[in-house]
């Protein structure tokens, strides 16, 4: 009698164990193109489909490769599927953003950081001001710029949305993931860096009335002194300016503008841009 009750208790710290050994069992994770993670076990694998069980499941599921970005097995390993024109590149947020179709002799302009280097603050609306302005200088100059093409900037900022890429983190992510992302060969990467400062001036003016005395020497009377304090705004930007074509850098400038006004980054950007490969004088 003892003896059936200590296999029992023996077996009943069996089962025990092996379910909790079973609960915290790592488990494979399938990562898809659309963005969803499956936690699995899988079981078999093959050139077209791939087979995997739930947590706490028996029935397999069959799953299409061509719907997986990526495998990451509980063993550590991983294992990343082949990109294709139709398929997808993984992005620096581990996200699986969609390569566009290759477009060659194309430029692209990506969003402008414009960042206060004292904060470290940045502002999406000058970013997107930033990179507009640039967008058109280049139509503009198109004529100096064949045989480029410019891509259109609805289409350059839609790419990067639904690769989750914006101003905020254009600059973590590699030359070459953009160019699969964007579909071009050629990319044009600027950053706009400033600090503002305040200067104060001021300015005293003299008035009076005079009149001539008895012996007909002029006499002031009525001094009025008037003493006038302004404010002076004064930005001192730095202009980051980079080219790529097919991954490579083929052309980077800094400039600082003459004018410490509001706007002077404008000009620098037509300045760098006037000096590099892509601009032909004509």
């Not at 059936?4 to 790592?26: D, E, N, P």
């Not at 997808?88 to 002799?105: C, D, H, L, R, Y």
């Not at 603050?121 to 480029?148: G, H, I, R, V, W």
């Amino acid at each position: 009698m003892k003896l059936r009750k200590i296999v029992s208790v023996i077996l009943m710290l069996f089962i025990s164990v092996l379910s909790f050994a079973q609960s915290g069992k790592k488990l494979d994770k399938i990562i898809k193109r659309d963005y969803q993670i499956i936690e699995c076990s899988i079981a078999k694998m093959s050139d077209k489909t791939v087979e995997y069980s739930l947590p706490g499941e028996t029935v397999q599921i069959s799953l299409d490769v061509s719907q997986i970005a990526r495998i990451d097995f509980a063993s550590g390993r991983s294992q990343t599927f082949d990109v294709t024109p139709n398929s997808a590149t993984p992005n620096t947020s581990g996200q699986v953003a969609a390569s566009a179709e290759m477009k060659p002799n194309t430029i692209a302009i990506l969003p402008i950081p414009y960042v206060n280097s004292g904060t470290l603050e940045t502002s999406e609306e000058m970013a997107k001001f930033a990179q507009n302005d640039l967008y058109n200088k280049l139509l503009d100059k198109s004529a100096n710029l064949f045989p480029l093409t410019v891509q259109d900037l609805r289409v350059t900022n839609s790419l990067l949305h639904k690769a989750g890429i914006d101003y905020k983190n254009i600059d973590e992510t590699p030359i070459e993931d953009l160019q699969k992302i964007l579909g071009v060969d050629n990319i044009l990467a600027a950053k706009v860096s400033y600090t503002i400062t305040e200067g104060s001036t001021a300015s005293t003016y003299n008035s009076g009335n005079a009149k001539v005395s008895d012996d007909n020497k002029k006499v002031k009377t009525n001094d009025v002194s008037t003493t006038t304090a302004s404010t002076q705004t004064y930005y001192n930007y730095m202009v980051y300016f980079d080219m790529y074509k097919n991954g490579t850098k083929i052309y980077s400038q800094t400039r600082k503008p003459f004018l410490n006004i509001k706007d002077s980054w404008m000009d620098s950007i037509s300045y760098l841009l006037k000096r590099s490969p892509i601009y032909v004088k004509k």
